[in-house]
């Protein structure tokens, strides 16, 4: 895949993140002025948790939406503004997702939970568990604050600020069903096909980009943007799942026994437990979810699901997937076709990622 369609778009993640470093320095003036140490503490740990190196593919991806329909030729301050409130969403849903998978780590350093663990000793995990949910709230909130302050059209304001608030809505929907399903329980392809959709398709792609097209007044009457962000979410989660397994911990900051320890109901998961002997589905029940899972257990979930063609399966979804996606995008008159190629190359690029 050539990456010159989509450098542009990512051309935003930088103007983005010094957008977020304004807004959070600025955030000071906004609160009281007799804050306790430990809501000094939140403040700063956000702060530097949205710093910490990343795509900012969803940011990019609305900022980008926004300035391409609107015809500006550079970053504008209003894309810039959107594109830090879709990161901020980002970063909010992120801390979230590390309680519920107790991760200790988020882009190579410790999750939020783990930090205020260690700055406060004498904390209970469930007390760290709740200042890290709370800190993640202080990013939904601001985000909705600077959402506020975008200089556009009321009625696109308030547009934007429902469809952003449904889809963030719905992904909390896709995250309670990843909850749910568990190795121990019946879980068919039609839930993970809708877990696909609503935790990863919704806030990755069509979020963004309705988002970027309501800011700027235009409507998509037709539902091209889910039609070509359903299965470009799909393309994109199956490919997570598949580093979160396979992928080198050092590139994806996160260690690969998460998942594991987790029991995580991955595409991967249900075709091994469909396709597999009684012995290699007793081995999976055994590991999946247990915290006490080892190097070894990952090398030997590895090896069964290889074995048994998960992993080839997984590829399959993957390029289907991909296809449905580019078709989408290519067939839609609601955009252009240079558009469409950074649609095309985006999609590509989100199951040849290495982190």
């Known amino acids: 895949m050539s990456d010159t369609k989509l450098a542009a778009m990512k051309g935003y993640g930088e103007p983005i993140t010094k957008m977020l470093e304004k807004i959070l320095s600025d955030l000071v003036d906004e609160f009281p002025e ?12 956000l702060t530097d948790y949205v710093r910490r190196p990343g795509k900012r593919l969803r940011g990019s991806l609305a900022a980008y939406t926004y300035d391409y329909l609107k015809g500006n030729s550079a970053p504008s301050k209003q ?27 988020r882009r190579g350093q410790p999750t939020v939970h783990v930090l205020y663990k260690s700055a406060y000793p004498d904390a209970t995990l469930h007390e760290a568990d709740m200042v890290a949910i709370n800190v993640g709230l202080l990013a ?20 934007v600020n429902r469809i952003i608030h449904r889809n963030i809505a719905t992904t909390g929907l896709g995250q309670i069903d990843d909850l749910y399903e568990q190795i121990a329980r019946k879980v068919s392809t039609t839930d993970i096909e809708r877990k696909h959709l609503l935790k990863s398709a919704y806030y990755t792609f069509i979020n963004p980009l309705q ?5 700027a007044g235009v409507s998509d009457s037709k539902n091209d943007i889910i039609k070509y962000g359903g299965p470009a979410g799909t393309a994109f989660q199956v490919h997570d799942d598949y580093l979160g397994v396979f992928g080198d911990d050092t590139e994806t900051g996160k260690a ?19 396709h597999a002997e009684t012995e290699d589905v007793a081995k999976l029940t055994r590991i999946l979810g247990n915290e006490r899972a080892t190097a070894a257990d ?19 979804l993957e390029k289907e997937s991909v296809a449905a996606a580019v078709v989408a995008a290519e067939s839609s008159d609601l ?3 240079d558009f469409a190629g950074m649609l ?12």
């Open 34 to 45: 007799n804050l306790s140490p430990q809501s000094h503490w939140a403040l700063q740990e």
């Open 79 to 105: 894309a810039l503004q959107l594109g830090a409130v879709l990161e901020l969403l980002q970063n909010y849903l992120l801390i979230i997702d590390d309680v519920m998978d107790q991760s200790p780590l």
């Open 140 to 159: 939904q909130h601001i985000a909705g604050m600077v959402l506020t302050e975008i200089e556009e059209k009321a009625d696109n304001i308030q547009t």
């Open 211 to 215: 988002a970027g097209f309501a800011l």
């Open 256 to 274: 690969n026994l998460d998942d594991i320890r987790e029991g995580k109901y991955t595409f991967m998961v249900q075709y091994t437990l469909s």
């Open 298 to 316: 990952l090398l030997l979930i590895r090896d069964i699901f290889t074995k048994i063609g998960a992993v080839e399966a997984n590829r399959r």
């Open 335 to 337: 955009w252009s076709k």
């Open 344 to 355: 095309v190359d985006l999609v590509a690029y989100s199951v040849e990622r290495i982190k």
